[in-house]
């Protein structure tokens, strides 16, 4: 079961440009005795590309955590990966959603009500059972203004209250205090956090949720000291990778940094007898094991010599395998669309790129075609907004910026950056201040295809004034550059979820100082479209600001937007029921069942 949170376009960060790959396919061309090293063993073994940045459900960032966190943590209510439909999970069934008048300290609206019963068996890993005040804990951490999660704080802008039966801890009901658009998938998408465990003092006991969420209170609660006390306790290693608590059916048992990431079978899972019986239930693998490679070269070798049951985010590598007879007699590719895509973010809060026009001639100073065509090997295809082509608002009527150095030397005149001084770099005086036209270009360690993109980008560049200082930096100390807004350029993606977009995240000027608008996009009139669409339901009305939004973010060119496609997962045949989904990672291996009749003679595909 894929968790709740996948149909919310909350968006976790990515390393490399490996995702953005296009389709293939194969076809059954004869038979032949199969031998693997691995028959039978029920372990499966995933390639992660860099190492997670923690594992805390509330304040983990990266994709690869999230990876992970799927098979320990759960929600109220899932989704299923083919059909994306909810479906129930910790609770008994889906909610019963009302309308209800809200005073939310004084400010009158119509708000939403969504109300749950817990199963009466579910329980976490230690026995406790499972109650409300867990789902209202998890609320409260998050609204922990101390508590480093702002990336996900403004999708819970709208609980106000979770309100947990005094009679029956078990029956739970979320109210929001307006119509969010994302409301049920919010409310149902809450996780389960032992209280008992993550507050042992009880510091979060005093505070309502209410009062976590009048923004009025925030700076005596910033200067709380039992909010300081629990956000200290809660932030810290020993929480993001030390005592990993949770209910789901896997169990955290280790996590060597650069190395590997284990989870066991959990035993005493409170659902394990639905396995098989209630649909999204599965803890089938033993155990799930996720190696740490950044190579692609050396993930390629490990996956031939059966080191890897799984690996995903193949670009020349699937070129290479897809024709290897030998490979292919073990391993089958899945080709799911993938709700992600690449971009080279520009501090706008930087001198030398807060003139629009300035991005604007990055953009056309990009080589696409060569980086698709070389880098990529033609496994990518071209995007122009943070909308993912494949869902309705993506505005198709933008052009993408085209390849143009002559364009783009003629915006850098206009600008004012001269080469004043004929050292073939671009100078200009901004307050006061001489500044030559010198931009660092930072990726993360590991990455080829990030280090071959930025010296194709550094030598044209060149041609047009502007010098690009290269750096390679190892994820966690590149992922904490950004976020603390101490660069000029980077290279990133973001994966997405496959629900409706709501962009306050990225794309909302509150979202600067600790969310995860990192290159300080926005202005009062695009917070106040952002604002719109979040509670807009009409759709056609909804999907006019969409269209807008994205036109304005071309425009001001905080990004640039670089390439999306379709994942390309490789999967031993010794599995059944292992495919590939079009939401984030791609994969659930806790659905993976040992196919017993793999050594038998089977068919061996060849590629198109």
């Known amino acids: 079961m894929m968790q709740i949170k996948n149909v919310v376009e909350s968006i976790f960060f990515v390393s490399t440009m490996g995702l953005f790959i296009a389709c293939g396919g194969s076809g059954a061309t004869d038979s032949t005795i199969v031998k693997s090293k691995r028959a039978g063993i029920n372990e499966v073994i995933i390639q992660m590309g860099s190492n997670p940045d923690k594992l805390n459900i509330v304040t983990a960032t990266s994709a690869v955590a999230s990876e992970v966190q799927a098979y320990l943590f759960e929600t109220l209510i899932g989704q299923d990966p083919k059909t994306l439909e909810y479906t129930p999970y910790i609770a008994k069934a889906l909610p019963v959603m009302e309308a209800v008048a809200i005073d939310f300290f004084g400010e009158k609206s119509e708000g939403l009500k969504y109300s749950f019963e817990i199963r009466d068996n579910a329980n976490f890993n230690d026995g406790t059972p499972i109650t409300g005040h867990d789902f209202a804990f998890y609320v409260k951490a998050v609204k922990n203004p101390k508590v480093d999660c702002e990336n996900l704080r403004p999708y819970f802008e709208s609980i106000i209250d979770v309100e947990v039966d005094a009679q029956n801890p078990k029956k739970i009901s979320v109210v929001l205090k307006d119509k969010y658009f994302l409301a049920e998938s919010i409310a149902g998408g809450l996780y389960a956090l032992q209280r008992s465990e993550y507050d042992p003092e009880g ?80 803890n089938y693998p033993d155990k799930i094991t996720f190696e740490i490679i950044v190579d692609a070269t050396t993930a390629k070798t490990a996956q031939k010599d059966e080191g890897l049951d799984l690996m995903k985010h193949l670009s020349k590598d699937y070129l290479d395998l897809k024709d290897d007879k030998e490979f292919l007699k073990k391993f089958k590719f899945e080709t799911p669309v993938s709700p992600s895509y690449g971009y080279i973010g520009l501090n706008t809060k930087k001198p030398q790129l807060a003139d629009k026009r300035v991005r604007q001639a990055l953009s056309m100073a990009i080589d696409y075609q060569t980086i698709r065509d070389v880098f990529m090997y033609g496994l990518a295809e071209r995007t122009v907004s943070p909308i993912h082509p494949n869902k309705p608002y993506y505005n198709n009527d933008i052009e993408p910026y085209p390849y143009d150095l002559e364009k783009a030397a003629a915006l850098l005149d206009e600008a004012g950056w001269i080469d004043t001084d004929d050292d073939n770099i671009r100078d200009k005086e901004v307050d006061g201040d001489e500044l030559s036209l010198i931009l660092e270009f930072e990726y993360t360690s590991g990455s080829t295809t990030g280090e071959n993109m930025a010296l194709l980008i550094k030598k044209d560049f060149s041609k047009i004034g502007i010098e690009v200082e290269i750096v ?75 269209m807008e939004i994205q036109e304005i973010i071309h425009e001001e060119a905080p990004y640039i937007f670089m390439f999306t496609g379709r994942s390309k997962i490789a999967i031993h045949k010794r ?34």
Request: without cysteine; proline residues 2%.
């Open 203 to 282: 510091l979060m006991k005093d505070f309502s949720i209410r009062d976590l969420s009048n923004p009025k209170n925030l700076e005596s609660l910033m200067g709380n000291k039992k909010i300081n006390g629990f956000a200290k306790l809660f932030n810290s290693e020993t929480f993001s990778r030390d005592k990993i608590l949770a209910s789901g059916p896997y169990t955290f048992k280790s996590w060597s940094t650069g190395e590997r990431v284990v989870l066991d079978k959990n035993a005493n899972w409170w659902a394990k007898e639905l396995v098989g019986v209630e649909k999204g239930f599965n």
């Open 472 to 546: 390679a930096k190892e994820w966690t100390v590149f992922l904490e550059d950004t976020k603390s807004h101490n660069f000029d350029m980077v290279s990133l993606g973001w994966v997405m979820g496959s629900g409706l977009s709501d962009m306050k995240q990225i794309w909302h000027t509150e979202s600067f100082n600790g969310g995860s608008n990192y290159v300080g996009f926005g202005n009062a009139y695009t917070d106040k479209l952002i604002e719109s669409i979040r509670f807009e339901l009409d759709e056609e009305k909804r999907n006019k600001m969409y």
């Open 575 to 608: 599995f059944e029921n292992a495919e590939g989904y079009a939401v984030r990672p791609g994969y659930e291996a806790s659905r993976f069942k040992i196919n017993k009749s793999f050594g038998a003679s089977v068919s061996m595909p060849s590629a198109e």
